[in-house]
């Protein structure tokens, strides 16, 4: 598995000056690569390949000896960012995505990350040297202690806004899974980010600091004064600047704090196995609905699904695996009764007719584990086991599943 990290740096003014020149080279590259492709395809109708543009490299580093400043695996990489761009944009167009764009020329003040793989770095002594030709001056920078230096494969430079940063990604090895008759049914929400259930019907629950809502009014304030701006002009630039900080201050909160929890939850259970809602079924049936101005539930579904991914990986690392489930109205449907309530998302409690009072993410996580375990005929005897240790801890029974799957429940 490849596990990548992000590492700022702080380049002295020459190293700057060796980096923009090497990103210069490549922007220029993907520039002149992608006009070949946009000509060939205007006038010939036919489509570049990768392989010839990288053959062809050589022959340009003869003509242009400056493109020899740089690593040539780089270059190589340039061009097949720009073949990924092509494909990824090919495919969203069949898919029928009618605003997607094909790639575009990048401007001078852009800078091209430089990506080498698999060769051209050297890491000793807390250090990593990039290899380039411009000059003598070394591009070295510091790595933490924390670090694990073993089978890096691929290293990055790139920049955001004013700050660089390098982008690590290394082989990590996965343990072996193997199912240990335990599973925590995990329902990701807003308000609270994780509702999870056991087998013996403990709850786990964390409740989410919501950075955002403190973030929200203050780059709200900040964006509203810049509109008020002319377009670039020097007040515009430094809010456009501030917005950017805001922005980027909450996201790092909101990803910390979920690096955090997806650990706390895959360490703090013996369970090997974690059941998880797909996000994609929610999001279909949300997405019928949404037309406008739903950019930050939107947003908020982008957290729910990266935090998916940090579970799994997380989990993956220590011999765990996350299942996806595909079921939909987990939180509408009453887990004793099976009844559907419409349950907006203030709504924070489930009171149904049947008598049952329960916590809406409870209720959640409940019919997670239940479907789960009920979708495995070999698996009854770990319904009851769960049904019955949800009734020790004084919860009503199912009855909407025991008739799915009818059998004698002792008590
Ligand atoms: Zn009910």
Redesign the pocket.
Known sequence: MHLTQNIRIFPTREQEDVLWHLSERCRLLYNFALSERKQASKLLGQNISYIKQQNDLPELKRKYPEYGWVYSKVLQMVLRTLDTDYKSFFSLWKKRHRDARPPRFKGGKHFVTLIYNQSGFIIEQGKITLTHFFNSIPLSFHIPESFNFEKVYQVSVYRDGEEFYLSIVREVPEKLYYDNGLYQAVDLGINKTVTAVNMHGKFFESWNPRPDKYWNPKTDTIQSRRDHCRKRSRRWIRLHEALRRCKKKCSDQIRDYQHKLSRKIVDNTRANTFILQDLHVEEMAQSKKATRGLNRSTQNSGYLSRFARFLTYKAQLAGKKVIEISEQDTSKR?Y??G?KHAMPLWKRSME???G?VIDRDRNSTINIMMRFLSQNALWTGYQELFLGNLRRWGLPAATAYSQETPRVTVE
Do not use: A, G
Request: with cysteine; glycine share 0%; hydrophobic share 0%.
């Open positions: 009453c004793t009764c009844r149904c007719d049947c049952n």
